[in-house]
């Protein structure tokens, strides 16, 4: 394939690149090429999401990232097209950023995947470069992409036309920040594209880039950073419940454990959520059931992790039966939703999860999460602030551990309480000390006895 013209359109910046997909990955993708001097198409199913953008609005709160899109729009590199034709010819290179959702039996959907490979290989002409930013499984370039690609356009990998996996591996709610940090992985259908396809971040970013020999490669390594996440949150969740019931602190644990070497400390909590830590196991279970084997141990983490939301129900319940009450009835302030801290982001969130099972087993529960201050969500209802939730308040659970929750003073809370019994407090980010708190508490975490303060 010859490869001369998207090289000195590197050089020259005169490429253009059509971005599909323009959600929490594929917007700030499409912005870093502006910001770089590029021409942009942003492609989006999604017409109330493209109208908006065209008006610089954007659900995605990221740090800097309506400066980007304000910048793109002032300087005319960006336009927003729900035209497929249109912005595959038109583009020389065309980066997928569409979601891979795992479905309610736990299987991946490749179904946006397989859409935007029809639609490129309809319209794919000679000399293109196809870069998947989405998470897939290691066989998915190769064996849907590539093949669907092919088929549409009758054009021949490596001759006609190149394949990238670029996985994004950004940390949410610091996905521009990490632009310039977080090392890229690269993974080309050839040695010689993947070597282009890294000179075109490099024009684009100080992070790090390392070149890994295939697409599956690269694909394998973000889905391995992540199993290796999820399998150790689930082995220390494990162990929190064992050392629970044996009476021993798992967070005096994990201090300990973490003086030795080769130790690399996780941490218990209500449960594991976002868009890929419970996704990217079940594209490697996909992937291996495919050769008739069976990923023990990635299955058995993911159901350790997901029993978190109902351990945190049992730990309620213990605790305010601790104090001679029971879940139904009681008022209960919940504080987060988010899936995790400092990010206005519910995707799978287990902190969510428990606050349906309280409200499941009638607890009368008041919620409040920064980030969604008076909004309702999912049948539950953020309230407008701090001091509202904790009204006549008998229980406080946390369930994310945002910023502003590891400074309340409990001193004022006790105080303006108005009732004998005692506060129940479950912290199931283990983020308070019981030995810092006031008196009139009973204090429960994650792997941590109660105790009263
Ligand atoms: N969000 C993250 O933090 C994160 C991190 C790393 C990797 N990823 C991966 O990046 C990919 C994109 O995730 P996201 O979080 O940006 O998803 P998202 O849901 O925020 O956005 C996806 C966008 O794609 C659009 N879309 C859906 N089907 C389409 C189609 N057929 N053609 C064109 N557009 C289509 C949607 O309208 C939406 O705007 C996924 O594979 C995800 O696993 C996400």
Not at 384 to 395: I, N, R, W, Y
Not at 409 to 418: L, Y
Request: neutral net charge; aromatic residues 8%; glycine residues 6%.
């Amino acid at each position: 394939m010859d490869l001369t013209k998207i090289i000195s359109g590197i050089n020259s910046k005169k490429l253009i690149i059509s971005v599909f997909g323009l959600g929490r990955i594929g917007l700030p993708t499409a912005l870093m090429f502006t910001r770089a001097g590029y021409n942009v198409i942003g492609v989006d199913i999604d017409k109330d999401l493209l109208n908006d953008l065209k008006k610089k609005k954007t659900f995605i709160d990221e740090p800097g990232l309506l400066d980007l899109l304000n910048k793109a729009i002032q300087k005319n590199l960006i336009e927003f097209s729900s035209d497929f034709e249109y912005a595959v010819k038109k583009a020389n290179i065309l980066i997928i950023c569409v979601p891979t959702p795992i479905s309610e039996n736990k299987v991946p959907d490749y179904s946006a995947i397989k859409d935007i490979s029809d639609k490129i290989g309809n319209s794919l002409t000679q000399g293109q470069i196809i870069i998947c930013e989405s998470s897939v499984s290691p066989t998915t370039i190769r064996d849907l992409i590539i093949p669907i690609i092919e088929k549409k356009s009758e054009l021949k990998l490596n001759k006609d036309f190149g394949v990238c996996s670029c996985p994004e591996r950004a940390d949410p709610g610091k996905i521009v920040d990490n632009f310039d940090k977080v090392t890229r992985i690269v993974g080309g259908s050839s040695y010689k594209i993947g070597k282009v396809i890294i000179e075109l971040y490099e024009s684009i970013t100080n992070a790090n880039i390392i070149q890994l020999s295939t697409p599956g490669t690269a694909n394998a390594v973000k889905l391995t950073e992540n199993i290796f996440r999820d399998v150790n949150i689930a082995l220390i969740n494990e162990l929190a419940v064992l050392y629970e019931k044996l009476g021993i602190d798992v967070k005096e644990v994990i201090k300990g454990a973490s003086t030795k070497y080769n130790f690399q400390p996780h941490y218990p909590g209500p449960g594991v959520g976002g868009p890929c830590l419970p996704a990217n196991p079940y594209y490697i279970i996909q992937d291996a059931d495919k050769m008739d084997y069976i990923p023990f141990l990635i299955r058995v983490a993911r159901e350790v992790n997901d029993r978190m939301p109902a351990y945190t129900l049992d730990l309620i319940t213990d605790a305010l039966n601790y104090v001679g009450k029971s879940v139904k009835g009681t008022r209960i302030t919940v504080l987060g939703l988010s899936y995790k801290a400092d990010i206005k982001d519910i995707q799978i969130s287990p902190s969510l999860k428990v606050a349906h099972l309280l409200k499941e087993k009638n607890a009368s529960i008041q919620v409040w999460d920064p980030y969604y201050k008076g909004k309702i969500i999912k049948d539950i209802k953020i309230l407008d602030s701090f001091q509202e939730a904790l009204k006549e308040t008998e229980c406080i659970v946390l369930l994310t551990d945002h910023k502003e929750f590891r400074d309340i003073n409990f001193q004022h809370i006790m105080k303006i309480k108005n009732e004998d019994s005692p506060l129940v407090l479950v912290d199931s980010r283990n983020i308070y000390d019981p030995d810092n708190l006031p008196k009139g508490i009973v204090y429960c975490g994650i792997g941590r006895k109660i105790l009263e303060t």
